[in-house]
């Protein structure tokens, strides 16, 4: 494991897309004068260990004394993981204060989930959190790490099977690239489940489908370890925790416009609630250029955010 970066950030609005500055504890400046963060080669998704893993945001409320949960270094062991440590702090807390007060004995435990999940083959990147809002500051991270997918991480034995919901052909392509990344080459099958729209016929859903199909045995997926199922049920939420029962993980699409909101609220969470186990949401890919990362489609969750003191540890 490589020392820490200690760092503070302030995710104020600012034209830079990832929506924080950042101060070196050795009072240099950033290299670049338009006030961006200078290059880390060791962090980040564009030049870290990862290689062509999909990445994984992994938030974990890391002072409030939960484990890591059981199965989840399994089901992410073909993927990068940024394992996100925030605690949420009153709003009269400085996050220099709070950092200085607990940020030893989290990111210690931090390190801890972060070398059991490096133990089952994951590569981890480490940011350890003192925010004001957990919801802007996990929305940044999203972004400025640019995750496939975030896990909603409640426990599982260990995957086998695998629910995958196929909403459209909209994010279709991250779906496979994240699907195919974590389960090529395993044991584990896939069931690609569909629910049927108002004026959808089941030819349409095949054709969807098998499209779905083809994208993941493209990525290196065995044909034969794909299944697929069709329904048109009353409430989709309630049909989707139902089959997820029978399997050992769920995957669905981002489709509210708030990031977080999908994330820690509806719909996923209810899912997740109702599944007990854990659910990967694929994110909507994000706008790259400052003109586009203004946080109007949910780009770097900075409206709204506040200072918050970010440890990394590439």
């Known amino acids: 494991m490589t020392d820490t970066d200690r760092s503070t950030d302030a995710a104020e609005p600012p034209a830079d897309p990832s929506g924080e500055s950042s101060t070196d504890p050795s009072g240099d400046p950033p290299a670049d004068p338009s006030g961006e963060p200078p290059a880390d080669p060791s962090a980040g998704s564009s030049a870290d260990p990862s290689g062509d ?22 089901l992410l062991a073909n993927a990068h993981v940024v394992l996100l440590g925030y605690h949420v702090i009153p709003e009269q807390t400085a996050t220099d204060q709070a950092r200085e007060q607990f940020g030893d004995g989290a990111m210690t ?48 034995d260990g995957p086998e099977s695998v629910l995958v919901a196929i909403r459209g052909t909209v994010g279709l392509d991250r779906t496979a690239r994240l699907v195919a990344g974590l389960f090529a080459g395993t044991d584990v099958g896939v069931t690609l489940y569909h629910i049927l729209g108002e004026d959808e ?29 069709v329904e048109r049920p009353e409430k989709a939420l309630d049909a989707i925790a139902r089959h997820g029962e029978s399997h050992d993980a769920v995957v669905m699409g981002e489709t509210d416009p708030s990031v977080t909101t999908f994330v820690f609220g509806m719909p996923s969470e209810q899912v997740a609630e109702r599944f007990l ?12 250029t400052a003109e586009d990362g203004d946080g109007s489609e949910g780009g770097d969750g900075s409206e709204g955010a506040d200072e918050a003191a970010d440890d990394r540890r590439p």
């Open 109 to 156: 435990k931090l390190e801890e989930f972060a070398a059991a999940l490096e133990a089952t083959g994951v590569t981890v990147d480490t940011r350890l959190v003192f925010t004001h809002e957990k919801q802007a500051t996990i929305d940044r991270v999203i972004y400025e790490e640019d995750c496939l997918a975030v896990l909603v991480p409640n426990a599982t």
């Open 201 to 229: 016929s089941g030819a349409d859903a095949e054709t969807l489908l098998d499209g779905a199909t083809a994208a993941l045995v493209d990525r290196g997926m065995d044909p034969d370890a794909v299944e697929t199922l």
């Open 277 to 288: 186990g854990p659910v990967l949401v694929v994110q909507r890919e994000r706008p790259t």
């Open 53 to 74: 893993r999909s990445t994984v945001l992994v938030p974990v409320r890391v002072l409030e004394g939960e484990p890591l949960p059981g199965g989840v270094a399994e």
